[in-house]
């Protein structure tokens, strides 16, 4: 079982940044964000291979939003700038050990962490 724990969020301005920490308690083959609004399904955001590097984006952040990780390879952050009120949304942080070019097939998750984007 891998724990993952969340960090960073919270409201923040249209066109503004914000960013998002995620460690896991053991090191996988990858790991992702993924977003859920009320009345939505789970969308993927970003993944990266943690060994490989590799990341995909979802079109909807793409140019916006990087993923990244530290030399351990249970941390990853996300970076989001120019941020958008449609970025509004509960953020997951996922680990799995299977990645492709679709992303990373999640089987563990974090608890989420709340990002609002104001008008």
């Known amino acids: 079982q891998v724990q993952l724990v969340e960090s960073g969020g919270g409201s923040v301005q249209s066109g503004g940044s914000a960013r998002l920490s995620c460690t896991a308690s053991?090191?996988?083959?990858?790991m992702a964000w993924f977003r859920q609004t009320p009345g939505k399904g789970r969308e993927g955001v970003a993944a990266?291979?943690?060994?490989?590097?590799?990341?995909v984006y979802s079109d909807s952040v793409k140019g916006r939003f990087t993923i990244s990780q530290d030399n351990t390879k249970e941390t990853i952050y996300l970076e989001m700038n120019s941020l958008k009120p449609e970025d509004t949304a509960t953020y997951y942080c996922?680990?799995?050990?299977?990645?492709?070019?679709?992303?990373?097939?999640?089987?563990?998750w974090g608890q989420g962490t709340q990002v609002t984007v104001s008008s």
């Open positions: 996922a680990a799995g050990n299977s990645y492709s070019k679709d992303g990373c097939q999640a089987h563990f």
């Open positions: 053991h090191v996988t083959v990858c």
């Open positions: 990266i291979d943690l060994h490989y590097g590799g990341p």
